[in-house]
């Protein structure tokens, strides 16, 4: 099935693709009760940038891509990137299977970059959630054997649970790990900690 302009841009297992048909497959049968049965497969047909027409992602069906954006808005919004990127870091788990958000989502980071490089050579490019201009996070902020810790948790954007020897440390690293993100997002979001702990109260206000 061939599909016309403006072309969706879907995501499959790390493949980003223009989806510019549809490969549908039947397969028919009677059941034991006699009854007539048809099962059908799609499969999406891609165009790689500066590659040929007419990929079929065969080990991929419809139902299992994500559908990124589309000729008319060129953006994925950012929520969506991140998630994108937690499932990746998921895939390269020992037991990819195992629904561990938490544990991929401290890994996210080390796919943003790759991820965004093959969004970029489609121009494909990032916008808010919802038109939100700014995400709040939720920052834990305590003290440990090794020193002080920082937890970040509801957070749509991004994730970490860091250790540092000393606050100043501490709060070097949490500024850096909030820049980083805004600006695989093109700073198209800012984000804000919103302290969940005595010691982040003020502490977070001076990041």
Same mark, same amino acid.
């Given at each position: 099935?061939?599909?016309?302009?403006?072309?969706?841009?879907?995501?499959?297992?790390?493949?980003?693709?223009?989806?510019?048909?549809?490969?549908?497959?039947?397969?028919?049968?009677?059941?034991?009760?006699?009854?007539?049965?048809?099962?059908t497969h799609s499969h999406p047909i891609v165009q790689y940038k500066d590659g040929a027409?007419?990929?079929?992602?065969?080990?991929?069906?419809?139902?299992?891509?994500?559908?990124?954006?589309?000729?008319?808005?060129?953006?994925?919004?950012?929520?969506?990137?991140?998630?994108?990127?937690?499932?990746?870091?998921?895939?390269?788990? %020992?037991?990819?299977? $195992?629904?561990? @958000? /938490?544990?991929?989502?401290?890994? !996210?980071? +080390?796919?943003? #970059?790759? &991820?965004?490089?093959?969004?970029?050579?489609?121009?494909?490019?990032f916008k808010p959630y919802e038109g939100r201009s700014e995400e709040e996070c939720a920052?834990?902020?305590?003290?440990?054997?090794?020193?002080?810790?920082?937890?970040?948790?509801?957070?749509?954007?991004?994730?970490?649970?860091?250790?540092?020897?000393t606050l100043e440390e501490l709060a070097k690293r949490m500024t850096g790990e909030r820049?980083?993100?805004?600006?695989?997002? %093109?700073?198209?979001? $800012?984000?804000? @900690? /919103?302290?969940?702990?005595?010691? !982040?109260? +003020?502490?977070? #206000?001076? &990041?």
């Amino acid at each position: 099935m061939k599909l016309e302009a403006p072309f969706d841009y879907i995501y499959c297992n790390g493949e980003v693709g223009k989806h510019i048909a549809t490969y549908i497959v039947g397969e028919s049968r009677i059941g034991e009760d006699g009854k007539y049965e048809l099962e059908t497969h799609s499969h999406p047909i891609v165009q790689y940038k500066d590659g040929a027409k007419g990929v079929v992602w065969n080990r991929a069906e419809l139902t299992d891509c994500e559908v990124l954006c589309n000729e008319e808005d060129m953006r994925v919004d950012v929520r969506r990137f991140f998630t994108l990127c937690v499932h990746l870091a998921r895939l390269k788990e %020992d037991d990819p299977q $195992k629904d561990d @958000y /938490t544990q991929a989502a401290m890994h !996210a980071a +080390d796919e943003a #970059e790759p &991820l965004k490089e093959k969004l970029r050579r489609y121009g494909i490019g990032f916008k808010p959630y919802e038109g939100r201009s700014e995400e709040e996070c939720a920052v834990f902020v305590g003290s440990c054997r090794e020193g002080y810790y920082a937890d970040v948790y509801d957070c749509p954007v991004f994730y970490y649970d860091i250790v540092e020897p000393t606050l100043e440390e501490l709060a070097k690293r949490m500024t850096g790990e909030r820049e980083f993100w805004e600006r695989i997002f %093109d700073h198209v979001v $800012k984000v804000r @900690y /919103t302290p969940e702990s005595s010691l !982040a109260e +003020d502490f977070v #206000e001076n &990041l």
